[in-house]
Each structure stands twice: as C-alpha cells, then as structure tokens.
C-alpha cells in the first residue's frame, strides 16, 4: 500500500484514520486462560506451568515449552504482526488474530517436538509411549488467544 499525502492537515487526517483502522489499546494474550480445564476441573493454565518450571513436589523436572517458543520466536512476532497489517488493509484486530493464530500454532509445535527430558520408564510403560506434554493432548488443544480492548 502507498500513500502519497501532502500538508499538514490532511496528514493529520490520514493518522486518524490510520489509528481507527489500526486500533488504539489492544493487546494480544496467547496461552492457557482461566476457561481451559481438563475434564475433572484441573486448571489446565496450572498443568502448563508445573509443566514449564517443574514440580519438586511430584518429582517433576523441567519442560519449557513456553519459554522455548518464546526464545526461538519471539523475535519474528513484529514483522508477523506488521505482514498482518500490510495484508489486512492496516485493520487491526484482523492483524492481532493473525498474529495470534502464528504464535499459538509455535507454542503448540513447541509441546508436538518436546523431547527432552524425556518421560520415565514407569511413566512410559503406564501411557505406553514416550511423548512428554502429550498425554491427552488436553494440553496441547488449550492453548489459545485473546485480544483485550483498550484499557483492559
């Protein structure tokens, strides 16, 4: 898209319509919200995080999934967003989901490939495969996105 604009308030005007077009105070969120549960009411957000740090109390060692998505991706997230708005005619919200949709499927590709550590033997005799965050896969589907409006 060009754009060819000439004196100072028809610039003037051009910004605020760009700025409506755009959106003014939104954020995106991408992860596990407070709506995702497991059948038996566990919190799945909760699941995720002992997953990512670990859990001592369960002999649980660390999978960062999360924290690997973030490292490995979060450098490409601007010029998803920017491609999002160049392709959706600067709206937005249509940018935001987009964006969105990209890094949910990175945190979701990040649980698939997690191998190491790998699952203990008693673990993998009892689910009959080795596949850590990959139970049920209730995990993997819960990861989510949301774009919050303004001053939320």
């Known amino acids: ?66 924290r690997n998505t973030i490292n490995e991706h979060a450098n490409e997230w601007g ?4 491609q999002g708005l160049s392709a959706n005619d600067m709206n937005g919200d249509a ?13 979701q590709q990040s649980i698939r490939s997690f191998t190491s550590p790998a699952n203990k033997k008693s673990t993998i005799a009892k689910k009959g495969f080795d596949a850590p965050l990959r139970h049920t896969k209730h995990m993997l589907n819960s990861v989510d996105y949301v774009i919050d409006e303004g001053n939320e």
Request: no cysteine; net charge positive.
């Open 1 to 66: 898209m060009s754009n060819s604009i000439k004196g100072g308030d028809a610039a003037k005007r051009y910004l605020k319509q760009l700025a409506k077009r755009v959106g003014e105070g939104q954020k995106l969120r991408v992860g596990f919200f407070k709506d995702a549960t497991y059948p038996d009411g566990t919190s799945v957000a909760m699941v995720a995080i002992s997953n990512e740090i670990g859990d001592p109390r369960r002999n649980r060692r660390p999978r960062p999934f999360f």
């Open 79 to 82: 010029d998803v967003l920017a």
């Open 95 to 107: 940018a935001l989901r987009m964006t969105g949709e990209v890094i949910k499927g990175q945190i």
